[in-house]
Nanobody, 125 residues
Framework: VQLVESGGDLVQPGGSLRLSCAAS????????MGWFRQAPGKEREFVGG??????????YYADSVKGRFTISRDNAKNTVALQMNSLKPEDTAVYYC?????????????????WGQGTQVTVSS
């Protein structure tokens, strides 16, 4: 099993970035996927997620990113993306994608069992 994030970069406030996560080693379309982030000195926090194919690929977001971030998935390519617009300095963090393996709430990191290595997003002028 492997999840590989890419797309992190340094961007100015108000800018945009698109993160991508490539999955392999499991039946990607069967799993809900989530994005989390962790800033220095802070706990990992939920950013957003998308349900599996059978559940319709519905999306859900943390209040802090709602209206600015958009999650999408391509089950044919085994990828999930996080489009981030109107970025703020407080969005600076390492961003992780994860596959939901266990019963529980979408916002709880303990519900997720496969994790990528993370990609750094820095929002600064």
């Amino acid at each position: 099993v492997q999840l590989v994030e890419s797309g992190g970069d340094l961007v100015q406030p108000g800018g945009s970035l698109r993160l991508s996560c490539a999955a392999s080693g499991f039946i990607f379309s069967n799993y809900a996927m989530g994005w989390f982030r962790q800033a220095p000195g802070k706990e990992r926090e939920f950013v957003g997620g998308i349900t599996n194919r059978l559940s319709g690929g519905n999306t859900y977001y943390a209040d802090s990113v709602k209206g600015r971030f958009t999650i999408s998935r391509d089950n044919a390519k085994n990828t999930v993306a996080l489009q981030m617009n109107s970025l703020k300095p407080e969005d600076t963090a390492v961003y992780y994608c994860a596959a939901m393996l266990y019963s529980g709430t979408y916002t709880d990191s303990r519900t997720y069992g496969y994790w990528g290595q993370g990609t750094q997003v820095t929002v600064s002028s």
